[in-house]
């Protein structure tokens, strides 16, 4: 593919993700406008809505895939590696916004995303037998309370870079939100 034509696809994408995340009735003619590419172009590389979609998906997998190789999450240490790998999904998820009910029913997809989570899942169970995380927490728990805080961290602390976004997600889940005196004041909890 030719360099310009690389970026044009890129720049389709990219808006795809931005505009089918805010309306996602959005037509190929108002993407392709938006990413100053002419609908022609588009309709020529994706015939149909849903083959732009998927496309979307799937640029949206790589930078995934991208963020788990750079987090190094079989062989740097835990928290290097936890750090990275939460920073490196806060950024994909801030450039590669989507509606992700809507992606994780992508069928093409399927094979791909359970390949990312088992990495992942391996990833955590490295993590909790070496210390990071509690031992006594129910099966899947963290894997289970750690995308929901990435997301949340991508869109609501436009403010703070990936890595200070990061800090935050990494901070709540090792520390939680409670303070160091808040377990005396639960009932029934030994103080």
Do not use: C
């Amino acid at each position: 593919m030719r360099a310009d034509a690389a970026r044009n696809l890129e720049r389709v994408l990219s808006m795809g993700a931005r505009m089918l995340a805010d309306d996602p009735s959005a037509t190929i003619a108002a993407i392709a406008a938006a990413a100053g590419v002419d609908r022609r172009t588009v309709y020529r590389r994706f015939a149909s809505r849903e083959d732009l979609m998927a496309a979307v998906y799937g640029a949206r997998y790589d930078a995934v895939e991208a963020a788990i190789e750079a987090a190094r999450l079989r062989e740097a240490p835990v928290a290097v590696a936890l750090h990275r790998y939460v920073e490196g999904i806060v950024a994909v998820n801030r450039a590669w916004p989507v509606e992700t009910s809507r992606m994780l029913r992508e069928v093409t997809l399927q094979e791909r995303r359970r390949r990312l989570i088992d990495e992942v899942d391996t990833f955590v169970r490295r993590a909790t037998d070496e210390g990071l995380f509690r031992s006594d927490l129910p099966p899947g728990w963290v894997a289970a309370v750690l995308p929901p805080l990435m997301v949340h961290a991508a869109e609501d602390l436009p403010g703070l870079s990936a890595a200070q976004a990061a800090d935050v997600v990494v901070d709540t889940l090792l520390r939680g939100a409670g303070t160091p005196g808040a377990l005396l004041l639960v009932p029934g909890k030994p103080a």
